[in-house]
């Protein structure tokens, strides 16, 4: 009967998690549609004159292993820039079509430019952020094959996201770009949780709950995870592969971020690790507070302004022409 409790306990959390968000995903879409301080900065008027679009080209078996891949009309460069951008959606939503204006927008500056679906969350599978990771790693080969057959060769990479893509980008400039088929050279977020202590996760109540921290990041991590593993070394191995801080070193790629001071979907209390670990490794990064604003960083346009500036600034410095 205790392991059938358990059971039940650990059924009712992933159920819990990807409610959450989803509606973490609805709220931040609404936002998008009423409140878009950047919109003029980014929009494009796409034609063939700028770039073309090819769709949900596969990458996995899988139904959700697709990208759409966007290429510049200039295709006379020896050597062309890949910027790969990831969705937002809390690993249980979301949509690489979701992006289709920042991707034109990276076009029209003369870069390829991929918007890459994973695996998300659901009642019927196990997908964790660790396979989403992996989805994501598995993708970048058959990206840069795909542009080669284009005629576009690929150089250099940058990879970005929002909210859970911005994690998600995090562990692929952190973690996998030893193994990367594409030179990263910069990773640019905002609002990615870059951290899962339960002591930080405090809207969720995770501080005042260890069976409840275990759960969700059982499911979170892929690995079974247990209350009296919080706090120990065992704990730190079962979550580093969704842990993108932990994987930063020396050598780590310059990197710029944005997080709202009043986040409560992917808690503010997670971001000091990541400063803390690109400072101790001197690891080039800019960093933008959002003090007025939550997950939607909707109260600092002046500030979003600058994070635009800021990507435009990154681009030129690390992915200009090969």
Do not use: C
Request: negative net charge; hydrophobic residues 35%.
């Amino acid at each position: 009967m205790k392991n059938e409790g358990k059971g039940r306990k650990k059924v009712l959390w992933g159920f819990i998690y990807v409610v959450s968000f989803i509606v973490v995903f609805a709220a931040s879409a609404i936002i998008k549609m009423t409140y878009d301080p950047v919109s003029e900065k980014m929009q494009v008027n796409w034609n063939d004159s700028v770039g073309r679009v090819y769709t949900d080209i596969a990458y996995g078996e899988k139904e959700q292993n697709k990208f759409d891949l966007y290429v510049p009309a200039d295709n006379t460069k020896k050597s062309y820039s890949l910027v790969v951008y990831l969705h937002a959606g809390g690993f249980a939503a979301g949509d690489k079509s979701d992006d289709a204006n920042m991707l034109k927008w990276l076009t029209s500056k003369g870069y390829v430019a991929a918007g890459i679906n994973y695996t998300l969350r659901n009642e019927s599978n196990q997908a964790s952020v660790y396979t989403m990771s992996q989805d994501i790693k598995n993708s970048i080969p058959v990206v840069k094959a795909e542009a080669e057959k284009l005629g576009y060769n690929l150089g250099r990479l940058a990879i970005s996201g929002g909210s859970a893509g911005g994690t998600l980008a995090l562990l692929y400039a952190y973690r996998d770009a030893d193994t990367s088929p594409i030179p990263v050279k910069m990773v640019f977020e905002m609002v990615g949780p870059p951290s899962f202590y339960p002591e930080d996760w405090t809207p969720y109540g995770l501080d005042q709950s260890p069976e409840a921290a275990a759960d969700l990041f059982s499911i979170m991590s892929g690995n079974t995870i247990t209350t009296d593993m919080i706090g120990t070394a065992s704990y730190d191995e079962a979550v580093k592969n969704i842990s993108p801080y932990m994987w930063i070193d020396e050598n780590s790629v310059p990197t710029l971020v944005g997080y709202g001071k009043y986040d409560k979907v992917a808690p503010f209390g997670t971001v000091k690790h990541l400063i803390n670990a690109l400072e101790e490794n001197k690891v080039p990064y800019d960093y933008i507070e959002f003090p007025h604003s939550g997950h939607g960083l909707q109260n600092d346009t002046k500030l979003y302004l600058k994070y635009i500036e800021k990507i435009n600034e990154y681009l030129e410095q690390y992915m200009g022409s090969e």
